[in-house]
């Protein structure tokens, strides 16, 4: 897997889904059992929460519930595997340019990732979020990540930049 799909991969919007356009089942995999706390074979609630806890404090129950509602399409409490594949391989889609709320959305996951608000995304800043999210990387990797899709070559990802990718990649 490339380094800007990693960047993608670990790129949780707030009020929805982590985004998680994985390519092949072996990631989708080892992404869903980071997820899957207790072994057990399906995601929880509570460990889908534990996981936004980890990446943004300000994740309410309401939204996790929102979110578990969205990606259990069996409705029996939990997210299996399968599930969890057809959600990361972007079945369900955020962020359409016709879902009410996707920029909305965009700019709150951007937000999440630019820590000193200054409207860009470093590679220490990266560096920080994809250690929360139990991703082994040095900053040299988050700034060769960065440099994938840093169109204006500043060394950052701006929101345009960002926004580029995201959609790009949900049409997958």
Known sequence: MEKSQT????????????SMYLEDMEEVEKTFNRFDAN??????????????????SSTTSEEVGHMMQEMDTDKDGFVNL??????CKGETDPFAATSEGGE?????????????????I??????????????????????????SVDSDGDGYVNFAEFKKMMTNNSKN
Not at 8 to 17: M, Q, R
Not at 47 to 56: D, F, I
Request: glycine fraction near 6%; include cysteine; proline fraction near 5%.
């Open 7 to 18: 960047m993608e991969a670990a790129i949780p919007p707030p009020n929805s889904k982590p």
């Open 39 to 56: 072994g057990d074979g399906k995601i929880s609630t509570e460990e889908l929460s534990g996981v936004m806890k980890a990446v943004t």
């Open 82 to 87: 399968h599930e969890f594949a057809s959600f």
């Open 104 to 120: 909305k959305e965009l700019k709150e996951a951007f937000e999440l990732y630019d820590q000193n608000h200054n409207g860009l």
């Open 122 to 147: 470093s590679a220490s800043e990266l560096h920080v979020m994809l250690t929360r999210l139990g991703e082994r990387c040095s900053v040299k990797d988050c700034a060769r990540m960065i440099k």
